[in-house]
T-cell receptor
Framework: KAGVTQTPRYLIKTRGQQVTLSCSPI?????VSWYQQTPGQGLQFLFEYFSETQRNKGNFPGRFSGRQFSNSRSEMNVSTLELGDSALYLC?????????????FGPGTRLTVT | AQSVAQPEDQVNVAEGNPLTVKCTYSVSGNPYLFWYVQYPNRGLQFLLKYITGDNLVKGSYGFEAEFNKSQTSFHLKKPSALVSDSALYFCAVRAQTGANNLFFGTGTRLTVIP
């Protein structure tokens, strides 16, 4: 079974631009979560989607948004990019949204904002 | 509030020796605990989880972890370290009820010396 895939793997953007990242979960997984990983802040939760609905949101500004499609694929969007948004963005999928399920992570998208 | 502490940023161990990566947690109620490993330029790979039952949990690649409720710890162990085990290890926690997102520790870099 194929793992979680994320596209693109690397991205360079300029301050003020916006960016869209894509995530395809493991087949059969209906929950998708997004995390930001930076050297200073570590791994921080952005949001979770299940059945096309946002179930949970972390402490990030409204510039960060996401959505999920009927096939469980998810996208996250960051508008008005700032230098501090440079990070590895990780997508994780799980079978369900219950807390018992482990999450399986994709390879991440490395975003660099200049 | 939920949190995880990984008190050691770096652990060095000789190949063939046993290894331990420490993790303590704080959560309201009973915890679900997870260990993930991250190799360079890769996402997080799931190693093992504690849900309930036996305090000693066995996972992938010969790793195991011991849940200690009284000490609120969930240390990762392996009887004989391999050079290929060198990576960044993350402990994560979530409460059994409530939001599905994981709270991660800051990570411990394990280096296995040949």
């Amino acid at each position: 079974k194929a793992g979680v895939t994320q596209t693109p793997r690397y991205l360079i953007k300029t301050r003020g631009q916006q960016v869209t990242l894509s995530c395809s979960p493991i087949s059969g997984h209906r929950s998708v979560s997004w995390y930001q990983q930076t050297p200073g802040q570590g791994l921080q939760f952005l949001f979770e989607y299940f059945s096309e609905t946002q179930r949970n949101k972390g402490n990030f500004p409204g510039r960060f948004s996401g959505r999920q499609f009927s096939n469980s694929r998810s996208e996250m969007n960051v508008s008005t990019l700032e230098l501090g948004d440079s990070a590895l963005y990780l997508c994780a999928s799980s079978l369900g949204t219950g807390t018992i399920y482990e999450q399986y992570f994709g390879p991440g998208t490395r975003l660099t904002v200049t | 509030a939920q949190s995880v502490a990984q008190p050691e940023d770096q652990v060095n161990v000789a190949e063939g020796n046993p290894l331990t990566v420490k993790c303590t947690y704080s959560v309201s109620g009973n915890p679900y605990l997870f260990w993930y490993v991250q190799y360079p330029n890769r996402g997080l790979q799931f190693l093992l989880k504690y849900i309930t039952g036996d305090n000693l949990v066995k996972g992938s690649y010969g790793f195991e972890a011991e849940f200690n409720k009284s000490q609120t710890s969930f240390h990762l162990k392996k009887p004989s370290a391999l050079v290929s085990d060198s990576a960044l290890y993350f402990c994560a926690v979530r409460a059994q009820t409530g939001a599905n997102n994981l709270f991660f520790g800051t990570g411990t870099r394990l280096t296995v010396i040949p």
